[in-house]
């Protein structure tokens, strides 16, 4: 059983460029989450979807787009890259809402420059 | 606004017992989690209260307080692979989660 599969988990953007993150689950879960995480901070929400083709702003989603076609996948866009976007980002699932446990990805590191 | 505060960092000795606590203020309270997180890992579910009282699983053990805002995680027998950040977050009145920044601890031999 995968669980939650994030790609990639490196990669280095220049300023403006856009990209995105990849991120399916095989748990057949509602929910699925992205955060960010910097350090000495608390993973921040960007993004959460309580099923295919709903999709919500979390606390930071400035920057940021996602969609959710299928219950598997839950793609983070990125457009015009900022260096303030440099970070670890954090793809989840859970089966029924934040009060649930949730499964994370491995994480991407992204290096704006 | 809301907050959660966890110490920054801890040392504890191979074989000893650690707690780690945290202490928040939400708009509401409906569970807490804590979450084991290795460096550039991804976090992995410990635990989670909803009630007062003490959780135990195996080593770990978390306790909750709700009067006072109060968790913390309890760790025995500590083992070198111990050595991580554990993260707690609360759900609040919004089903929202508020993550704590974490508590980076160290084991020593």
């Known amino acids: 059983n995968a669980g939650v599969t994030q790609t990639p988990k490196f990669r280095i953007l220049k300023i403006g460029q856009s990209m995105t993150l990849q991120c399916t689950q095989d748990?057949?879960?509602?929910?699925m989450y992205w955060y960010r995480q910097d350090p000495g901070m608390g993973l921040k929400l960007i993004y959460y979807?309580?099923?295919?083709?709903?999709?919500d702003k979390g606390e930071v989603p400035n920057g940021y787009n996602v969609s959710r076609s299928t219950t598997e996948d839950f793609p983070l866009r990125l457009e015009l890259a900022a260096p303030s976007q440099t970070s670890v980002y954090f793809c989840?699932?859970?089966?029924?809402?934040?009060?649930?446990?949730?499964?994370f990805g491995q994480g991407t590191r992204l290096t704006v420059v | 606004g809301q907050n959660i505060d966890q110490p920054t960092e801890m040392t504890a000795t191979e074989g000893a017992i650690v707690q780690i606590n945290c202490t928040y203020q939400?708009?509401?309270?409906?569970?807490l989690f804590w979450y084991q997180q290795h460096a550039g890992e991804a976090p992995t579910f410990l635990s989670y209260?909803?009630l007062d009282g003490l959780e135990e699983k195996g080593r770990f053990s978390s306790f909750l307080s709700r009067s006072k805002g109060y968790s913390y995680l309890l760790l025995k027998e500590l083992q070198m692979k111990d050595s991580a950040s554990y993260l707690c977050?609360?759900?609040?009145?919004?089903?929202?989660?508020?993550w704590g920044a974490g508590t980076k601890l160290i084991i020593k031999p």
């Open positions: 989840a699932s859970s089966l029924s809402g934040e009060g649930t446990e949730a499964f």
């Open positions: 977050a609360v759900v609040d009145s919004n089903y929202q989660l508020i």
């Open positions: 939400t708009s509401g309270f409906n569970g």
């Open positions: 748990m057949n879960h509602n929910y």
């Open positions: 979807s309580v099923g295919a083709g709903i999709t």
């Open positions: 209260n909803v």
